[in-house]
Structure formats: structure tokens, C-alpha cells
């Protein structure tokens, strides 16, 4: 399963495997949103082509969207029609859809199915849009901000649910800035940056490729431990040890620090975050401005 | 099967736009004070300006010359006023949107809307048409289907508008400027008195109303400047929302 798009999003190529959830991670303005826009035939794309489960989402529009699971970042249900409705009615556009009162207990909305849709609130909205995008047994979703404005639990009943999708075989491209998100969900995570990719990977990949594990010692200050790693001592007695640090390479470190005579009081080891790989990365596309 | 494994199938088209078009009629009912309001405003034309002397009707039968107009009248009001308020707040919501993302498809919404549209027409026309029979208008049956021609025609040209309204203006815009035209044509339009100017026989209301007046009230053929002036109209706004029309 494959498919490209280019656009103001810039020549970028997405590849989601059956089954697997890939993240699109980036700032406000980074251009995942336009890409989804794209995906999901409502804008054309401005140069190149487009291309979704092999169809033209604007060409093809109604051959592909039966297929497609389709979350908005927020709106697009009558105010006046209550959740129970619109979910029925999207479920009626399907074959053999999911049962609809089904998804209602799963997502929580047994109390507000017969509430409509204004009276809802932000994360109820967003959990009925949820059950919309799924509710026609859809072979790829794209979820734009799924878990925004959602409580905790309904945040995490949501990455249940993305979880179980997977498992069963659907493929999932969500957006979200939230990177906890992103590495809970995500096989692949795609970072966004002025309508380009700025990386791409596994997020352990990710956090990984960008090299720079942190060791933490503490120990007697002002030694100077012969290593072949870049040491800092910020504060006297705390030694902060950065470079590509496998078990070996600790060991080693920890043996410098012995053959020094120090006393070692903590050992503390720290492994970079998506966060710290996201901001780096923002923090590059800051400095080019 | 485990719960969400893909099985993507569109249901068929009947079915779909059975169950759009049921959706399109229970929000209309659910805006009943709104619909009942809108009928007001003709029902007082046709009952004031029908029995009693308040205007200058021409022609000796007061009932003969208002109460088709009231139908024109009522037809502008659900095709291009109402229509065009619901369609302009229905893109602002992102409705018009996901709905045309999903297997209804974009034409199977147009679709929806209109039989929805036409049904309330129906519906309304008849409640009061069955008015002015219980003051006294005596409709001809003979042009019924000429009548009924027209007034698709005329539907056509409206729903255009409308659509074409909601498109290029915010949603405010649109109910301010869709109620203005309701109220200019209600003025204007030949439907309380004669048309002020030659002009406004060429509006849309005028056309209809005149149309309606010759079949139903005199049992006549619809005059061809009716059909050509609405002809005109229904192609100049189809043409024009086609243009024009947004999803989102």
C-alpha cells in the first residue's frame, strides 16, 4: 500500500504498510494538514500527482472513499442531528459496516447518543468523528489530530482503539504534536518541516540514529577521565558523558573513572527522547530562518 | 472476524441516498418553527392581500391573481432563501465537506438536498393552495402539469442561486443578502400588486407567479416569456454554482 503527494507540502512520498500507523509529526504550518487535504481529494495537489491506495483521490474520488477512514481535525456533522444519527447514517453509506451502538459503547458515547451534535462536548465531538472514520470497515484511515481536545481516558481508550485497528489489519496516518503520542502509536514516525520531510524512521530508529546517548556520573570533581567521548562537568562532581554509548563503552567509561581513583556515586544513563530529536530538528529549521 | 478488519463496500446508491435524503427531512422538521415562520409571510400576503382591498390587484378576481403568487412566492422562499442560509451554515460547519468525502459522494448530496428541497415544496404549496380553496380561490386542474413544469424550472433557478450565494460568501452574508432579495421580490415581484416597472417581469418571482396565474387561476397555457425568462434564469445560475460551488 502506497502513496505519494505533492503539493505546498513539497514533494513528499509516504509509505504505509497494511496494518502498521504511521505518525506525521511537525509544528503548526508544517504541512501535514494540506497533505491529508490532498490524500483525501478535497484540494488538488498544485504540481505532480497524487496518488492513494493506487487511485486519484480527486479523479477517483468515489472509487477511493469507501475505502478510506476519514477523521477532520474538527467538524463536519450537522450541529442539529445527534451523534446516534449521524453515526447510523454514516454506517447506512456501507455495505457491512461495523455495528454502529458497537462503537458507541467502545468509544464511551452511550450517554450522549441522543444528545446532538452542538451539545457535545470537544472531546465527545472528536470521539463520534472517530467512530464515523471507522464505521465502514475502512482499509487505511487518516486521523488528523485524533486525540485532540480528549480527556485522559478517552485519550487513552482512543490509543486502544488505534492499537486494535492495527492489529486488525488496517493502516493508520495520524498527525499529532504529541510526540508521548507518537511513540506509543507509531511503526513509523514522519517529521514535517516547511512542507518537507525532515526525517523519517521507527521512532527508536529515530531516537537511535541521532546517536547521542547521554551517560550521567556522578563522582570526585575536577578528574579529567581519559575517554573517547565528549565529557562535560557542569556542575563540580557531575559528569555528563555523550557519544553512541553501548554496554562496552560504558563499562569502559565506568573503568576510567576507576582507574582514576574516584569515587562513583550514581550512574545514571539517558536515552534521547522523539522530543529531543523533534526539537533539535525544530530548533534547525529556527536557526535557517 | 476480529472487530475493524477491513471489508470496505459502498452500500447501493438507493440505499445511500435513501438514507441522506431521511437525514435532509428530519433536520428540516427539526427546524419546524423555522419552516412555519417562513409560510407565514405568504400565508399573510394571502389572506391580506387576497381578501381584503389593502393593494391594487389588476383584474376584478383578488383570489385569481394573489394566491398563485403566494405559491411563487413560497417556492423563492424554501428553494433560494431557505436553501441558501442552510447550504452557506452547512459549508461553514464542514458538513458539505466530510459528507463529500464519504460513499454518498458529492453528487448523491446535491441529489439529497434537492429531493429534500422538493418534497417541502410540495408539502407547502399544497397546505396552501388548500388555504386559498378555503377562501375561495377555484383553481383550473387542466394546466396542473405545465404548472408543475414551471415550478421545477423556477426551483432550478433558485437552488442555483442559492448554492451559488452560499459559495462566494461567508454564511452571515449570505442570510442577510438571501433575505434581502426574499424581501426586494416580495416588493417588487407582482405578487401583492402589479409589478412597479417592466423590469421586474423579468425576475425570476414575476415569471413564475404570471406562469402560475395563466395556468392555474385561468386554465391557460404558460405564457412563453415565462418559460424564456425563467429558462434564462435557471441556466445563468446553474452555470453559475457549478462555477462556483465549494465544498469546504
Request: hydrophobic share 50%; aromatic share 6%.
Amino acid at each position: 500500500m502506497r502513496y505519494g503527494a505533492t503539493t505546498a507540502v513539497d514533494g513528499v512520498s509516504l509509505t504505509v504498510p497494511r496494518g502498521r500507523v504511521l505518525a506525521l509529526l511537525g509544528h503548526n504550518g508544517a504541512g501535514k494538514t494540506s497533505l491529508l487535504q490532498v490524500c483525501e481529494g478535497f484540494r488538488p495537489a498544485d504540481g505532480g500527482e497524487c496518488r492513494v491506495l493506487g487511485l486519484d483521490p480527486i479523479g477517483e474520488h468515489d472509487a477511493l472513499m469507501p475505502r478510506l477512514g476519514i477523521m477532520l481535525q474538527s467538524g463536519g456533522m450537522y450541529p442539529w442531528a445527534t451523534a446516534g444519527e449521524l453515526l447510523q447514517l454514516f454506517a447506512s453509506f456501507s455495505a457491512n459496516p461495523i455495528n454502529p451502538e458497537m462503537l458507541i459503547e467502545r468509544l464511551g458515547l452511550q450517554k450522549s447518543a441522543k444528545t446532538r451534535y452542538r451539545r457535545l462536548s470537544g472531546g465527545e465531538q472528536q470521539r463520534l468523528s472517530l467512530a464515523v472514520a471507522l464505521v465502514g470497515r475502512p482499509e487505511l484511515v487518516f486521523l488528523d489530530e485524533p486525540t485532540a481536545g480528549m480527556d485522559t481516558e478517552a485519550r487513552h481508550t482512543t490509543w486502544q482503539l488505534i492499537e486494535e485497528l492495527r492489529a486488525d489489519g488496517v493502516s493508520v496516518l495520524l498527525t499529532t504534536h504529541l510526540l508521548d503520542e507518537a511513540e506509543r502509536l507509531a511503526d513509523d514516525v514522519v517529521i514535517m518541516r516547511e512542507g518537507r520531510v525532515a526525517a523519517t524512521g521507527a521512532p527508536a530508529a529515530l531516537t537511535a540514529a541521532a546517536g547521542i546517548d547521554l551517560l550521567e556520573v556522578r563522582a570526585d570533581a575536577g578528574l579529567k577521565p581519559d575517554v573517547p567521548f565528549k565529557v562535560t562537568e557542569a556542575t563540580p562532581g557531575e559528569y555528563a558523558i555523550a557519544g553512541a554509548l553501548d554496554a562496552a563503552a560504558i563499562a569502559e567509561v565506568l573503568a576510567c573513572f576507576a582507574r582514576a581513583g574516584a569515587q562513583v556515586t550514581a550512574v545514571n544513563t539517558r536515552r534521547r527522547t522523539l522530543e529531543d530529536v523533534y526539537l533539535a530538528l525544530t530548533v534547525k529549521a529556527g536557526a535557517h530562518r | 472476524m476480529t472487530t475493524f478488519a477491513p471489508a470496505p463496500a459502498r452500500n447501493s446508491t438507493k440505499a445511500i441516498l435513501r438514507s441522506q435524503v431521511r437525514m435532509e427531512l428530519i433536520l428540516t422538521a427539526r427546524r419546524g418553527e423555522a419552516i412555519v415562520l417562513a409560510m407565514g409571510v405568504p400565508l399573510l400576503v394571502l389572506l391580506g392581500a387576497g381578501l381584503t382591498h389593502v393593494t391594487n390587484v389588476p383584474g376584478g378576481d383578488r383570489l385569481a391573481y394573489v394566491v398563485p403568487g403566494v405559491l411563487a412566492l413560497t417556492v423563492m422562499s424554501t428553494a433560494f432563501t431557505g436553501q441558501a442560509i442552510t447550504t452557506g451554515y452547512e459549508r461553514n460547519y464542514g458538513v458539505l465537506k466530510r459528507l463529500g468525502a464519504s460513499p454518498l459522494s458529492r453528487p448523491g448530496l446535491l441529489f439529497a438536498k434537492t429531493a429534500a428541497i422538493l418534497a417541502l415544496i410540495v408539502v407547502q404549496l399544497l397546505a396552501l393552495a388548500a388555504v386559498g380553496v378555503a377562501v375561495g380561490w377555484r383553481p383550473h386542474a387542466g394546466q396542473v402539469l405545465p404548472a408543475l413544469g414551471i415550478t421545477v424550472l423556477a426551483t432550478t433557478a433558485y437552488t442555483g442561486l442559492a448554492l451559488f450565494l452560499a459559495s462566494v460568501l461567508k454564511p452571515e452574508t449570505t442570510t442577510g443578502l438571501a433575505t434581502l432579495i426574499y424581501v426586494l421580490m416580495l416588493a417588487a415581484g407582482g405578487i401583492m400588486f402589479a409589478a412597479p416597472t417592466q423590469i421586474a417581469e423579468f425576475l425570476p418571482l414575476a415569471a413564475h407567479a404570471e406562469a402560475l396565474r395563466a395556468t392555474l387561476s385561468h386554465g391557460q397555457p404558460v405564457p412563453l416569456g415565462s418559460w424564456a425568462s425563467l429558462a434564462v434564469w435557471a441556466a445563468v445560475c446553474v452555470v453559475a454554482a457549478a462555477r462556483k460551488f465549494r465544498w469546504e
